[in-house]
């Protein structure tokens, strides 16, 4: 017996789809993190005080301690394809905040189309399968009118 194959269009987009969940799945915590630095770099403008935090110098886990200087009310962002630009602590909170609502509703729409997509795999391969059984028992009524007209 054989099998029907799933056909090449269907299982094309679910995959697709996954991919653009993980980068979500992954951007969304980064988005949340730098938001959380750059409110705390603000708390500490707001109190006067410089932020002594350890920064990594290589992935081996060694660690140097870093005296950062708030004062001066900037601080740069990666925006991606190697480009970094300065912001005020405001500015640049406004910014994650937008950038972390935007990610998390097209998560979101992802998530609703990766579950539709599913949706629609399963109601085809239903189909495929009855369509399948239709014409196996098709054959075999057919193939037993001929023993019978014999």
Known sequence: MTRT???VLLS???YNTNDIAADFK??????????AVVKKLKTKQDEQEA?????SLSDAGVFAKAEIDTDSGLVGLWLGANVMLEYTYEDAIELLVSKE???????EEV?????????QIIT???????IYNWDVRRKRDAAGKKEAAR
Do not use: C, G, H, M
């Open 5 to 7: 194959p799933r056909p």
């Open 12 to 14: 094309y987009s679910p």
């Open 26 to 35: 992954q951007k969304i915590p980064e988005i949340e993190e730098s938001l």
């Open 51 to 55: 932020l002594v935090t350890r920064y």
């Open 101 to 107: 609502e935007k990610a998390k509703k097209e998560f």
């Open 111 to 119: 998530k609703d189309d990766l579950a539709f997509t599913r949706n």
């Open 124 to 130: 085809a391969e239903v189909n495929i399968s009855r």
